[in-house]
Antibody
Framework: EVQLLESGGGLVQPGGSLRLSCAASGFTFSSYAMSWVRQAPGKGLEWVSGISASGATTYHADSVKGRFTISRDNSKNTLYLQMNSLRAEDTAVYYC??????????????WGQGSLVTVSS | QSVVTQPPSASGTPGQRVTISCSGSSSNIGENTVNWYQQLPGTAPKLLIYKNNQRPSGVPDRFSGSKSGTSASLAISGLQSEDEADYYCAAWDDSLNGVVFGGGTKLTVL
């Protein structure tokens, strides 16, 4: 069974940093692109970052570019999102998502349960 | 405000057919395939349609997708109460070099 388990969320002050992790199991992690998608309270889905299966190619939304970094460790079957210079508007549930493909991150066929990040003083 | 537009709400009665539209531009829907996600209340999103009109295994054939030009549609036939959820379209945007989601459509089964 494919499983994605996010961790690392919590309360952080504006300007602070946090690293989210997503532990994957039940599939060959190194063969699929992965993404982070967030959802602010009561709002819609917003794509944050994507990474190819090998990790060689990464993409970030303009809203987080220069502040967030997506990475992966295929030897540990784990996806990461390093979040720096956090702002109140980054408050959201962050979902880890698996793509159906190696590079394309638009077709996410498996999602984690989400990790809540709250940015507040 | 999203670069891909969906109606905020839609509704129908059990057994009815409803459609949800998704309007974009030449940099996203016009040039790339569209995917649809269903998000039931309090749960993570689920892939419903990929590559405009393909259903993942386990998705009932009551759900269908189509695309024409810079717009796409999700159709749900034989509407059921368990279809009450938020629906999102998504596509790659060549100008933004990232994925764009529609604002979402809340479907109510009356």
């Amino acid at each position: 069974e494919v499983q994605l388990l996010e961790s690392g969320g919590g309360l952080v002050q504006p300007g602070g940093s946090l690293r989210l992790s997503c532990a994957a199991s039940g599939f060959t992690f190194s063969s699929y692109a992965m993404s982070w998608v967030r959802q602010a309270p009561g709002k819609g889905l917003e794509w944050v970052s994507g990474i190819s299966a090998s990790g060689a190619t990464t993409y970030h939304a303009d809203s987080v570019k220069g502040r967030f970094t997506i990475s992966r460790d295929n030897s540990k079957n784990t996806l990461y999102l390093q979040m720096n210079s956090l702002r109140a508007e980054d408050t959201a549930v962050y979902y880890c998502a698996k793509s159906r493909l190696m590079v394309d991150t638009t077709q996410s066929d498996c999602w984690g349960q989400g990790s809540l990040v709250t940015v507040s003083s | 405000q999203s670069v891909v537009t969906q109606p905020p709400s839609a509704s129908g009665t059990p057994g009815q057919r409803v459609t949800i539209s998704c309007s974009g531009s030449s940099s996203n829907i016009g040039e790339n395939t569209v995917n649809w996600y269903q998000q039931l209340p309090g749960t993570a999103p689920k892939l419903l349609i990929y590559k405009n009109n393909q259903r993942p295994s386990g998705v009932p054939d009551r759900f269908s997708g189509s695309k024409s030009g810079t717009s796409a549609s999700l159709a749900i036939s034989g509407l059921q109460s368990e279809d009450e959820a938020d629906y999102y379209c998504a596509a790659w945007d060549d100008s933004l070099n990232g994925v764009v989601f529609g604002g979402g459509t809340k479907l109510t089964v009356l």
